[in-house]
């Protein structure tokens, strides 16, 4: 990605905006999940049922981790293997995560 298509879309993040990126099998439509507002954009334009939760993306390791419940040993031994790559983790969660995001589950889905 370019830095100007990178900064766009950063800025469009900070403005409540929705955004296109791609993954290795389609485009995804993407916001600042943080963003109650944002998130609910996109599930009117996905015409997306509110009670399904969202896959979260995390920038890095030490950051996704601070969205789960702590891991054992060997979860964080699978975690280290796997990230970065193609892996969803789907685990429970901490209070960090709104609960518009995680819809009627305790656990989040995250992808590096």
């Known amino acids: 990605m370019t ?3 990178s900064d766009q879309s950063i800025e469009a993040l900070h403005k409540k905006q929705i955004i296109l ?6 485009w995804g439509i ?3 999940a943080f963003n109650q507002s944002a998130v609910e954009k996109v599930n009117i334009l996905k015409q997306r049922d509110p009670s ?4 979260l993306l995390a920038p890095s ?3 996704a981790l601070q969205y789960f419940q702590p891991l054992t040993e ?3 031994e699978f975690v280290n293997n796997n990230w970065p790559g193609h892996t969803t983790i789907i685990y429970g969660s901490t209070e960090k995560v709104p609960n518009y995001l995680k819809a009627l ?3 989040v889905q995250l992808v590096q």
């Open 21 to 26: 990126y791609p993954t290795d099998t389609v």
């Open 30 to 32: 993407g916001c600042d």
């Open 105 to 107: 589950e305790a656990w």
């Open 3 to 5: 830095k100007k298509i």
């Open 61 to 63: 390791t030490k950051n």
């Open 74 to 76: 060997q979860q964080n």
């Open 52 to 55: 399904k939760s969202f896959i």
